[in-house]
């Protein structure tokens, strides 16, 4: 049986409550004999080596709370989020928690307890989770008052549509609405390439598209790739790694796998328990003692006879208590390594008194082990003791951090109840290694909210909770999403409306036609009912300012000057590799790629070098003499918005006026004040944010110079790359040029939104009503100023969830939160104290 499967059976069992015999009773076929073996086995090694796994911390805690309820008297209040992925046993623990009865209050109170949910998020039954459990509590706990939150405040309204028609389509899902508070923002792309190796190359051509053209407003820790299975991510890696684009895995403990990292670690685990049979027998010939695999298989069968630990059994023999089979000479290499344990135990023992910490006990081992010169001899040049160091700096960094976690964490007093306060380094050594092990995220090491500038490759199911400006979800074919092991397909278009509720401003999916075995994908039946395609795009975004306005309202971040915008547009179209549209690969994967028909044919004055595909075009955006369909014409001729009616225009049109306008000096235009005041759209009703609420006031005082939107030197690369451009536009031109485009001035003047967004004509779905009191669009100001949000207005925020409740306590008392970062866990990322806010996040280093 596969170590993994077997794994998840025995959880399984467990999380039911099922006891060893219940298992062996269960029935007589050839696998569930061998799973029984199995099972009796783990049970028993867990045992010998005094060591729980996750499911017995549940099953010990129900069974220490039903023996002593006291332990729980002075719990007031119980709260649970992602609910709706509780098994039996954790439903079990919440009544638990809540079971003391306040003899004091007249009808002998309970505490209160708060769950979060949402049935459609429910991804975790292969984890035994209980969907049921939602219903259970309201028919368990008759006076359950049920709060529906039905405002998103994540994702823009087009994303929002399309993951609702997606989960919409299981009819036993509890009805309930979804609002969205963003305006309706760019469709979610769907598109086919040919191959997953195609589909890897278009997928990170994007990112850089995205990345490049945003003007400083994404970066690459803004995206996300996010994987039905693992396995899936090998194309994109590749893809990732060619484009030198910096990426990370989410669930991949790169750093904590290397080999020196992993040995050292496992000497701190055997020295806070050596009764850990695993770590004990992977150190006990690192660096090399001259014990074998004989002698190994020797000490283990000994120990096991006894049915004692190995560390027990190693105690014995060196310090004559007991015989064994391996040579003298092992048994002398035995004698050292136990007395460093030893020593080191002792060191830990005493550290209250003499102030020895983890990376001194750390040193100290390394020492006596000669760690430094092994790890040099063995890997030559390979830098591996530099890891270590930095495994020494983590620990050092980590143990201001560790002590307030430990601090937090402690036992309140209970009357009558001796607690047992775990405290001094042997409970910091205990912590610092729970944190290592249940380190899953790259995380700067000062705990900061801070995420590296990576793009990040994860599965779904480890997105749970997370949320990034961008998302890719590739492989979206049947046999992928759903997937072919799968039993449950309503989990798995939940599992797909997770992956799509991520996003907060542009998504992506995307499908080979041949997977990796050459065989003929089809589309995803989640995707491919009838009517979907309304939702999707063909392909990629135009990148124009008024896409860059949405993104920045989505996202609460200041919208880049046009200056930097048309600085990078500018360098992009220049740069004959780089494509401006998403147009490197046809729509239908049929088709040949298309001859570049793009050119055109520049003249001789042209200052422009005649690049592989420098597509700048002379002639008015929708078509051109070549027959050439300009890339801006794709969001016109989609038919879905109207740009020009709106007075935004497209970067490829700005551009061919500005190089008009050059060329011909005349006077710049009018401003096009008609289109402007039109140029509502998108608006929500008095909508403030929590995102400008909690920003931290500096912002706004933001020097200019230091903003990279509005600092050329601060340009994103591909600007940066190009310096000898010819200067052909004249400031001048470009600023008259620009002021129709509808640029808001500098958002610190501006005022909550408070006009609707528009529906176009694809969403079928209700919006939010029109505030007749709009305000009118901000004034466009030419060179503007970075974008700013300064105010929020509590007062015209709809009191109509908890969500508004919380914040109109928060904005009467004043008090801030830290603002949480993208993709991370809002549980360990706010300003939260105590044990939720996990204080220490070991980095999730790239290998
Ligand atoms: N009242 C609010 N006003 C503005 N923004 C909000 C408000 N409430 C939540 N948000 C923002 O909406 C986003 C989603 O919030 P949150 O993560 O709490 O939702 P959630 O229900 O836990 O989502 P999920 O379960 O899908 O992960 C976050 O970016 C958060 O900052």
């Given at each position: ?28 076929s ?32 129900v ?88 405002e998103?405040?994540?994702?823009s ?109 496992d ?73 460093i ?43 591996r ?56 995220e ?40 759903p ?31 041949k ?11 989640f ?44 360098a ?8 401006v ?100 759209k ?15 006031k ?15 030197a601060?340009?994103?690369?591909k ?16 600023a008259?040029?620009?002021q ?6 500098s ?11 528009r ?89």
């Amino acid at each position: 049986m596969e170590p993994a499967k077997a794994r998840a059976r025995i959880s399984k069992l467990k999380s039911g409550t099922a006891a060893p015999t219940e298992a062996k009773a269960k029935g007589p076929s050839v696998d569930q004999q061998e799973f029984v073996a199995i099972f009796t086995e783990y049970e028993e090694a867990l045992e010998t080596s005094n060591l729980l796994d996750y499911d017995d911390l549940l099953l010990r805690c129900v069974e220490l709370l039903k023996r002593f309820p006291e332990c729980v008297s002075n719990i007031q209040a119980v709260l649970i989020d992602e609910f709706q992925d509780t098994n039996h046993v954790q439903y079990e623990l919440m009544s638990l928690f809540a079971q003391h009865r306040d003899p004091k209050t007249p009808d002998h109170k309970i505490p209160s307890i708060t769950i979060v949910g949402d049935p459609d998020q429910s991804i975790y039954s292969f984890r035994s989770a209980e969907i049921k459990n939602l219903r259970k509590m309201t028919t368990q706990y008759p006076g359950t008052h049920v709060v529906i939150l039905e405002e998103n405040y994540r994702s823009s309204g087009s994303i929002l549509q399309s993951a609702l028609e997606v989960i919409e389509q299981d009819e036993s899902r509890p009805e309930k609405k979804l609002l969205p508070t963003h305006c309706i923002g760019e469709r979610p792309v769907l598109r086919t390439l040919s191959t997953p190796h195609k589909e890897a190359d278009w997928l990170v051509g994007e990112i850089r598209r995205c990345e490049a053209l945003n003007a400083g407003l994404l970066k690459y820790s803004d995206f996300a790739v996010l994987l039905r299975s693992a396995s899936l991510s090998r194309h994109i890696e590749s893809a990732l790694g060619k484009a030198g684009i910096p990426y990370r895995m989410v669930g991949g403990h790169k750093f904590f796998d290397r080999v020196e990292v992993k040995l050292v670690l496992d000497y701190l685990r055997v020295i806070g328990h050596p009764e850990h049979n695993d770590a004990l027998a992977r150190i006990i010939n690192v660096p090399p003692r001259k014990i074998g695999e004989t002698a190994m298989k020797t000490l283990f069968d000994e120990a096991d006879r006894k049915k004692i630990p190995l560390w027990t059994h190693l105690l014995d023999v060196c310090q004559g208590r007991s015989s064994s089979k391996i040579s003298a000479q092992a048994e002398r290499s035995l004698s050292t390594l136990i007395k460093i344990i030893l020593t080191s135990r002792t060191k830990l023992a005493e550290a209250d008194e003499t102030g020895f910490t983890i990376p001194d006990l750390m040193e100290y081992f390394m020492e006596r082990l000669s760690l430094k010169k092994y790890l040099e001899d063995k890997y030559q040049k390979e830098g591996r003791w530099a890891n270590v160091e930095e495994l020494l700096t983590l620990a050092r960094d980590a143990s201001a951090s560790l002590e307030a976690e430990a601090e937090a964490d402690a036992l309140a007093p209970i009357d009558g109840v001796n607690q047992d306060q775990p405290s001094g380094l042997q409970d910091l050594l205990t912590r610092f290694l729970a944190n290592v092990a249940l380190s899953t995220e790259a995380q700067d090491t000062k705990g900061g909210t801070e995420t590296p500038n990576q793009v990040t490759l994860s599965t779904i199911h480890a997105a749970k909770g997370l949320e990034w400006p961008v998302v890719f979800i590739p492989g979206a074919f049947q046999g992928s999403i759903p997937h072919s092991r799968a039993e449950d397909t309503d989990e798995e278009r939940r599992l797909l409306y997770v992956g799509m509720t991520r996003a907060k401003a542009l998504l992506y999916l995307s499908r080979p036609k041949k997977n990796s075995n050459r065989e003929d994908t089809t589309l995803s039946p989640f995707l491919s009912a009838p009517n979907m395609s309304r939702f999707f795009a063909p392909r990629g975004p135009s990148f124009t300012l008024s896409t860059l306005r949405d993104l920045s309202r989505i996202l609460h971040r200041p919208c880049p000057a046009p200056s930097a915008f048309h600085a990078v547009i500018e360098a992009a179209i220049r740069d004959a590799d780089f494509h401006v549209e998403d147009d490197r690969f046809p729509e239908d994967p049929d088709e040949r790629p298309q001859e570049d028909t793009s050119y055109v044919d520049y003249d001789k004055e042209t200052p422009y070098p005649p690049g592989k595909r420098a597509r700048l075009s002379h002639a008015p955006p929708t078509t051109s003499a070549t027959g050439f369909r300009s890339a801006s014409s794709t969001i016109f001729s989609a038919g879905t918005y109207s740009n020009t009616a709106l007075g935004f225009t497209s970067a490829r049109t700005a551009m061919a006026e500005l190089e008009a306008a050059a060329q011909t000096a005349e006077p710049p235009p009018e401003p096009r004040d008609k289109a402007r005041t039109t140029g509502k759209k998108r608006q929500i009703s008095g909508q403030g944010t929590l995102g400008e609420f909690f920003k931290p006031k500096s912002t706004a005082a933001k020097p200019a110079a230091t903003n990279p939107v509005s600092n050329p030197a601060t340009l994103p690369p591909k600007a940066a790359r190009m310096p000898n451009l010819p200067a052909r536009i004249p400031n001048a031109a470009l600023a008259s040029i620009l002021q129709p485009t509808g640029i808001p001035p500098s958002l610190a003047q501006r005022q909550p939104r408070k006009t609707p967004m528009r529906t176009p004509s694809w969403a079928a779905k209700p919006l939010p009503p029109a505030d007749e009191n709009a305000a009118p669009p901000p004034e466009p100001d030419g060179e503007a100023e970075p974008l700013v949000a300064t105010s929020f207005h509590t007062t015209t925020f709809q009191a109509a969830t908890l969500h508004t409740t919380t914040m109109v306590q928060l904005t009467g008392t004043g008090v801030g939160v830290g603002r949480r970062a993208l993709g991370l866990r809002s549980s360990g990322a706010g300003a939260g104290g105590g044990a939720l806010n996990r204080p220490f996040k070991p980095p999730g280093r790239a290998g």
